[in-house]
């Protein structure tokens, strides 16, 4: 446990240097995975149908209901070492 999360914290900062911006998909991927690993599952109100950004996040963040936080932590870890690798 120990483990995965200095790996989860040295993700966080590896995902601020890379080169290139990723795509909207993979941060919503990062996003929700990083939001289910801290916080658990979704709550609070879907937002409006004029809040693209926020719909689209809360909408991510759904999809992971149920995930425990490990397996959230990983998915975040591989995420950015996927991103990493591409940027190389």
Do not use: C
């Not at 200095?6 to 939001?35: G, I, M, W």
């Not at 916080?39 to 759904?62: C, N």
């Not at 995930?67 to 996927?82: C, E, F, H, L, P």
Request: glycine share 6%.
């Amino acid at each position: 446990m120990a483990d995965l999360k200095a790996d989860f914290e040295q993700a966080q900062t590896d995902v601020e240097t890379l080169s290139k911006r990723p795509s909207n998909d993979d941060l919503l991927a990062l996003y929700a995975h990083y939001k289910q690993a801290n916080e658990g599952d979704v709550s609070g109100k879907r937002p409006g149908m004029t809040d693209f950004k926020g719909r689209a996040k809360y909408d991510a963040w759904a999809k992971l209901k149920g995930m425990s936080r490990d397996t959230a932590m990983q998915g975040y870890i591989d995420k950015v070492n996927q991103l990493r690798d591409a940027d190389a």
